[in-house]
């Protein structure tokens, strides 16, 4: 989808730089204020507007926004400026992202690794005591600022605690990305703060070793073995990691929530006394899979199928009207 942003343009008197991304319902653009600082619009397509659950959906995000106030979070902006148009604005962090800085290194040492995932963990457990569960932390979710502070972005799919449904629970392109989804959440389900502490131990898992857990020949491949799989011991990578850490990464992974962490801040807890940790408390006896999948992820797929071919539709429909009208 083409941007309708223009290095120059000017918005509500923000001066767009350039368009950063393309998202499936948002753009992400660099712009300066009228002091010229610069910061971050996010602004839904017109289809998503045009949509009244990923519309609500936004105003969801705004709100979540709203709440936060981390250094570990990215900064919503409020200028209380009337808006010809909806959008987010956001603080601009300068830095590459988290999964960029993998892909350079290859992988990261230990002492980084446990210091990033700690960050992660410290902000991941504000947040939940804000009832918000964020639901899609990967790395490129996650940018490394100056002084490797890490700061977390892109709430667009979070969950507001005691917030009702908005969407199909089956419209999993809604719900995370493959990679570092939780089962429960493979599984269709809304997910919890427990989801989170999951990501993080693959978010960890690829730091320490260069790749995702679980890689497969397509999306249902991934998520099955969310369900199904054992977590690669890391040594078969041709990794070597201390005990304790493997352990702190394998209990985030659990397919059961109940046998993670049960919280950001008992990982966290963890996470800073690693090297005083005993490796037998964890134990690393493969767990059973869990139920079967395969009904859930058809249905799954159908559901994003649908969704592709709806927004396909409405995108083609709207075009047809503004070229015959």
């Not at 309708?4 to 204020?33: C, K, N, Y």
């Amino acid at each position: 989808m083409t941007s309708d942003l223009t290095p120059g343009q000017e918005l509500d008197g923000f001066r767009i730089v350039e368009v950063l991304g393309q998202g499936s319902s948002s753009e992400v653009v660099l712009a300066l204020d009228h002091d010229a600082n610069r910061v971050v619009l996010k602004l839904p397509h017109d289809a998503a507007i045009a949509s009244a659950s990923s519309f609500d959906r936004f105003r969801r995000e705004l709100e979540i926004a709203a709440r936060l106030d981390h250094p570990g979070i990215q900064r919503s902006i409020d200028y209380r400026i009337d808006r010809s148009r909806p959008y987010l604005v956001m603080e601009y962090v300068e830095g590459e992202t988290l999964g960029q800085l993998i892909e350079r290194e290859g992988h990261l040492t230990v002492d980084l690794a446990i210091d990033f995932a700690s960050q992660l963990a410290r902000a991941m457990a504000y947040a939940h005591e804000q009832g918000i569960v964020h639901r899609d932390l990967k790395p490129i979710n996650v940018l490394v600022a100056a002084g490797d502070r890490l700061v977390i972005t892109d709430f667009g799919i979070a969950l507001l605690d005691g917030a009702r449904r908005l969407t199909w629970q089956w419209f999993g392109a809604r719900l995370g990305t493959p990679a570092y989804m939780s089962p429960e959440q493979v599984q269709g389900k809304r997910g919890d703060a427990r989801s989170d502490i999951y990501a993080i131990g693959a978010t960890l898992f690829e730091m320490l070793t260069g790749t995702v857990p679980w890689r497969g020949e397509d999306t249902m491949d991934v998520m099955n073995q969310h369900l199904t799989a054992a977590v690669p011991a890391m040594r078969d990578l041709g990794v070597e990691v201390p005990p304790t850490v493997e352990g702190i990464v394998r209990r985030c992974l659990r397919k059961e929530p109940s046998q993670r962490y049960p919280d950001a801040s008992a990982l966290l807890r963890d996470l800073e006394s690693w090297q005083e940790l005993d490796p037998s408390q964890f134990g690393f006896a493969d767990e059973a899979a869990m139920p079967p999948a395969q009904e859930h992820l058809l249905l799954l797929v159908a559901g994003v199928c649908f969704a592709f071919l709806a927004i396909s539709t409405l995108f083609v429909a709207a075009t047809y009207l503004m070229a015959h009208h």
